[in-house]
């Protein structure tokens, strides 16, 4: 095998190794504008779940999916699927606005 062949199938496996891996998480800092350290994301179960917590609004309409919690204990509710789950100890800039608890 020649040396123009071996380093073209080496460049075509590199090239489907970083294909493979898929887009790369978007990295958010301290600074950017909205953005706050989560705690933790939970699913939501039902609209009543929805309903009875603190950061329902009577302007919703439905109830989101999954909830961003922030470790100001602000949270973020995602109306729809985000493609990278936010990470717990990472910055989220949130889509829609951030919600303080209601008691």
């Not at 199938?9 to 958010?28: N, S, T, Y």
């Not at 609004?57 to 909830?67: H, I, N, Y």
């Not at 990278?84 to 008691?103: A, K, S």
Request: net charge positive; charged share 20%; glycine share 4%.
């Amino acid at each position: 095998m020649k040396l123009f062949e071996k380093l073209s199938i080496l460049l075509l496996l590199i090239g489907m190794a970083a294909c493979a891996h898929g887009p790369l998480r978007e990295r958010v800092s301290s600074t950017a504008r909205n953005a706050r350290m989560v705690e933790y994301v939970a699913v939501v179960g039902s609209p009543l779940a929805w309903k009875s917590s603190g950061y329902w609004r009577q302007e919703d309409l439905g109830w989101p999916p999954q909830v961003v919690f922030a470790k100001d204990r602000t949270a973020c509710p995602l109306w729809q699927i985000v493609v990278f789950e936010p990470e717990p100890d990472t910055f989220f800039i949130c889509p829609t606005q951030w919600r303080v608890n209601r008691p």
